[in-house]
């Protein structure tokens, strides 16, 4: 990881910095919020007495939001200090469901909608006195409804545009599904950030009898939407890279959808090579599990799945199930969204912590500094993969 030493932090801050977490989203929050503490802390001295720099050094950069409900279910945001002139980050996790209200008495579990409306309502609270509004939204709302099949709505579109309209500066997000749902806010700051270095740590720290050449490992894109990702990684590893493609039912309709009839492999043989299958989430995990049964098919040796969002919006059995088997050997998903305790408590799960990269991100922006660094990890994963092959701890 790129520490924070190693950096040029000479420019002007654009503003006091202040960290809301939305409901849902504390725990990330409160994380971020210390390694800024503890690096202000300590770098603090030379800016002590600089009137450029008031506010510099702080306890806490956590602003305290809340938004009540009535007994309707409306709701209203309220902010408990003042934000004028302050330079702001809202972290917000729209997947997370464990969030709960109460609606005439019954309990509502938060969707995607109701976090993106609360979001919307802290920026109303907001009014327009921060210096500047940045949203770090790790999964972008609505980012599936990429593109218009046929009379459709372009929901991820209409979300940005919202957000700008609404005075946001900066949309930082993680592995966005489709990178170009940007051109919907041209002149507007829009990073999607990749956990490549992450997903690579998590798996040396766990695994430590991986030989990484394109001998014995290959990266696998379960379909041909996520080519990209599949061909960094093995671009910057040094090894083959396969893909998938689904063959689909056209004559028939299931669940909105067209049913995939097979997986369909393209790439060099996977025999006695450990593989990594990486895309951008898990969400049933039909797919995953389909593409590493037939991966075992064709005699793969370990298969680890790499996701910066595990939804796993069926449950864990067929998970557990794939592991008993040994049709999967471990899971990596990111904590950008909400874990439950039984993934977390899994064996097989590899937990990667994105909570240093997002304070760097926000350290870097707030000094109006340039975050290239952060976007472009190929450096800093040569050099954690030399510390392996060194059997240097990592």
């Not at 749902?181 to 998590?202: H, R």
């Not at 998938?244 to 997986?263: E, L, M, Q, S």
């Not at 937990?351 to 760097?360: F, H, Q, R, V």
Request: hydrophobic share 35%; net charge neutral; charged share 25%.
């Amino acid at each position: 990881m790129i520490r924070r030493t190693e950096r040029i932090l000479e420019n002007i801050p654009v503003g006091s910095l202040g960290l809301i977490a939305l409901e849902g989203c504390e725990g990330l929050g409160q994380k971020v919020n210390e390694y800024l503490v503890k690096w202000r802390h300590e770098n603090t001295n030379e800016y002590r007495d600089d009137i450029a720099f008031p506010g510099y050094e702080k306890d806490t950069y956590l602003v305290k939001a809340r938004v009540p409900r009535f007994g309707s279910g409306e709701a209203k945001g309220i902010l408990g200090e003042s934000v004028r002139g302050k330079d702001l980050y809202l972290i917000v996790d729209v997947c997370n469901y464990s969030v709960t209200y109460s609606l005439t008495g019954r309990i509502n579990h938060m969707s995607p909608d109701d976090h993106f409306q609360n979001l919307k309502r802290i920026i109303a609270a907001i009014g327009g006195k921060g210096r500047r509004i940045n949203v770090i939204m790790p999964f972008l709302y609505e980012s599936r409804q990429h593109k218009r099949n046929s009379r459709e709505s372009l929901d991820c579109a209409l979300a940005l545009q919202e957000l700008v309209r609404m005075g946001v500066d900066n949309i930082i997000t993680f592995d966005a599904h489709d990178p170009r749902v940007q051109n919907a806010i041209p002149l507007s700051g829009f990073e999607t950030v990749s956990p490549t270095y992450q997903f690579i740590k998590g798996l040396l720290r766990t695994v430590k009898d991986l030989q990484i050449d394109s001998e014995h490992m290959m990266a696998i894109s379960p379909d041909e939407g996520g080519t990209n990702r599949a061909v960094y990684l093995a671009n910057v590893l040094g090894l083959d890279m396969g893909m998938f493609y689904k063959r689909r039912n056209y004559t028939k309709i299931v669940n909105g959808r067209n049913p995939i009839v097979a997986h369909e492999f393209l790439g060099s043989s996977v025999e006695g090579k450990d593989v990594i299958i990486i895309d951008d989430m898990i969400s049933s995990g039909d797919s995953i599990i389909d593409v590493a049964t037939e991966l075992k098919r064709r005699k793969a040796k370990r298969i680890f799945a790499a996701a910066t969002f595990g939804l796993f919006t069926n449950g864990m059995e067929k998970f557990d199930k794939a592991y008993n088997e040994g049709i999967l050997h471990g899971i990596l998903t990111t904590n950008l969204i909400y874990q439950t305790p039984e993934l977390l408590s899994r064996s097989y799960y590899i937990n990667c912590d994105m909570s240093k990269y997002i304070a760097l991100i926000v350290d870097t922006l707030n000094h109006d500094g340039s975050i290239s660094t952060f976007l472009n990890p190929n450096e800093r994963i040569q050099h954690i993969i030399q510390k392996y092959k060194n059997g240097e701890p990592i």
